[in-house]
């Protein structure tokens, strides 16, 4: 970064928090229901958001007047690859019930997401999650966020290094400013922080102003790209011959976000940079990280993430730059590429005598309610038979290492509580996710994940009655044009426009290496499945053989697929 740059206002925030610190621990202490804008923002590299229920903004007090901001926290934890034990997820259960709204999310980062924690009760969530064996650290903020990685369980080579590989990074690009420690975890009766000169300790990735926007990171498999490597900052694609890893092909540039208004910002999908062994990796990685921190814009926000620089440079002389940084020179990408992508649902046979079992959450949320318990019957499932799980980048979880003798008793539990087996599930459905969006989140302009799955019921109509329901057809919806849920990139993306109204994205794939292309705008909610069902109907009649709906789309084109939705 050019020491002319003039940095926003947040680079000034980071450089003199120190370490990330800021005003965070003063303001614990005081009595407000929130904390202040400067350290809410510092607040995310520890994990949390400051929220407010915007459906509690417009009820009245008894004397007429408004109520006003409810504030709470939202916490997201990090959890690599998305392996949970049976007793952390447990304890997530304990602290979801007694410090948060009593239900947990799982993202489509594979981590947890807790609402409705109150600023007073913070402290208290935090350290709980720690004591589990678990961290918020970097779960948010201008860092490295969750390394993502595939989830299946597979008692094979292949599988069991990406998930080791997913943990050195991330232990490799957690932050090592001790402020997390001294804020949430000293005991309380231990030695007194000295807040005005805290421990200063070296960053040697970050820096003293930390990445110029989040960092995002996912590994995966050709066969298996859940977890849309392709919209990654960096992904890593395993090449793998005669059964064993042989490295990785490095991609560059991926990145969801966008804001309509301002033409200068764009989805992404990320580019194939270069080929690395394993040992490689993490300098790679490292380097990649490196210059972004140095080059990135540190001036505008809205154009600060990887994929900004990438396409002001071009390729070839950020790949060079990352040459530098590393060391040597590197050679070209390996042909392996994406083949397909599985949502692992249903039963599968392990590889060591025993089973998984996925189980489709929609839209990742875990509660009770009156038709399916599904916290419940998590719970009873997880205190009886104590299995390690996965999350899934599709907001659903993996329970592993079952027993063959067990099936039948976890199946009859999950029934008992209402919870469905992925062969009672139409593909379509299994394969949506949505974002948080309203209530809680500031950013969104109307629904998301409560609004989805009234659609999904619609659309699972219409695929019923076209013949369609084996199609592997996803479906992506975010609140805003900020892409949590990535949204860019499946068949059909649906993104928040105004309230009520989202705009319609075709001829992505489910596989997630294709950006899809804008058909229609301001479509409100309820209209979306008639738009959809001529298009659905078409393919059905005019597709190729083993032709996907995002594949079919993408081949028409936009303008003969609205003739057809217009006749």
């Not at 610190?21 to 904390?35: K, M, Q, V, Y």
């Not at 939202?74 to 997820?89: D, K, L, S």
């Not at 079952?402 to 199946?411: K, N, Q, S, V, Y």
């Amino acid at each position: 970064m050019s020491t002319e740059a003039k940095l926003s206002k947040l680079e000034y925030l980071k450089e003199g928090s120190k370490q990330l610190r800021g005003t965070i621990p003063e303001e614990l202490a005081n009595d407000a229901p929130s904390f202040t804008a400067d350290a809410s923002q510092l607040l995310k590299n520890h994990g949390s958001y400051m929220q407010d229920n915007r459906d509690l903004r417009k009820q009245r007090n008894e004397d007429g007047t408004r109520k006003g901001k409810a504030f709470s926290c939202m916490i997201r934890t990090v959890i690599p690859g998305g392996r949970v034990t049976a007793e952390q997820f447990l304890a997530e259960f304990e602290i979801c019930d007694k410090l948060a709204d009593g239900s947990i999310r799982v993202t489509s980062r594979q981590g947890f997401q807790l609402h409705g924690v109150l600023k007073e009760n913070l402290r208290e969530t935090i350290r709980e999650i720690n004591d589990s064996k678990l961290t918020t650290l970097a779960a948010c903020g201008d860092v490295s966020r969750n390394v993502m990685c595939c989830p299946a369980p597979y008692h094979n080579p292949i599988y069991m290094q990406m998930q080791e590989l997913a943990q050195v990074l991330a232990d490799h690009f957690r932050p090592r400013t001790t402020a997390y420690y001294e804020i949430w975890l000293k005991d309380e009766e231990g030695e007194k922080v000295n807040v005005a000169e805290p421990a200063h300790v070296d960053e040697p990735i970050y820096g003293k102003l930390y990445l110029p926007r989040k960092f995002k990171m996912a590994i995966t498999v050709p066969e298996d790209n859940s977890v849309d490597i392709y919209t990654q900052d960096l992904g890593l694609l395993a090449v793998v011959e005669d059964e064993s890893i042989l490295g990785y092909n490095v991609i560059v540039g991926g990145g969801m976000g966008q804001t309509p208004s301002a033409e200068k910002t764009f989805p992404a999908i990320g580019q194939k940079m270069t080929f690395v062994t394993r040992e490689e990796v993490p300098a790679v990685c490292e380097a990649v990280v490196k210059v972004q921190r140095d080059f990135g814009n540190r001036e505008d926000r809205k154009r600060a993430r990887l994929k900004y620089l990438i396409y002001d440079w071009g390729l070839e002389k950020f790949k060079v730059k990352v040459e530098e940084y590393y060391g040597k020179s590197l050679p070209e990408p390996h042909p392996a590429d994406v083949t397909g992508v599985e949502d692992l649902m249903g039963w599968h046979e392990q590889g060591d005598g025993k089973w998984f079992l996925g189980i489709n959450i929609e839209n990742g949320r875990i509660r009770d309610t009156d038709d399916r318990r599904i916290k419940t019957g998590l719970r009873t499932v997880l205190s009886k038979y104590r299995m390690d799980t996965r999350l899934t980048a599709l907001q659903s979880l993996i329970l592993c290492d079952i027993d063959p003798a067990d099936r039948e008793d976890i199946d009859n539990i999950l029934a008992e509580h209402g919870i469905k087996a992925a062969k009672d599930l139409s593909l379509i459905r299994r394969y949506s996710i949505a974002c948080p969006a309203l209530p809680m989140c500031g950013l969104a302009v109307t629904e998301s994940e409560r609004a989805l799955p009234g659609l999904i019921d619609q659309l699972d109509v219409v695929v019923a009655d076209l013949g369609l329901q084996d199609q592997k057809i996803a479906v992506h919806m975010t609140g805003c044009p900020n892409g949590c849920a990535r949204p860019y990139t499946p068949d059909i993306g649906l993104v928040g426009r105004s309230v009520g109204k989202y705009t319609v994205f075709l001829g992505g794939n489910a596989e997630g290496t294709r950006l899809a292309f804008l058909f229609e705008d301001q479509v409100p909610l309820n209209d979306i499945p008639t738009l959809l069902k001529p298009l659905l109907a078409y393919f059905r009649d005019q597709r190729r053989e083993a032709e996907s709906f995002g594949d079919f789309c993408y081949r028409q084109g936009c303008d003969a697929l609205q003739k057809i939705a217009a006749a």
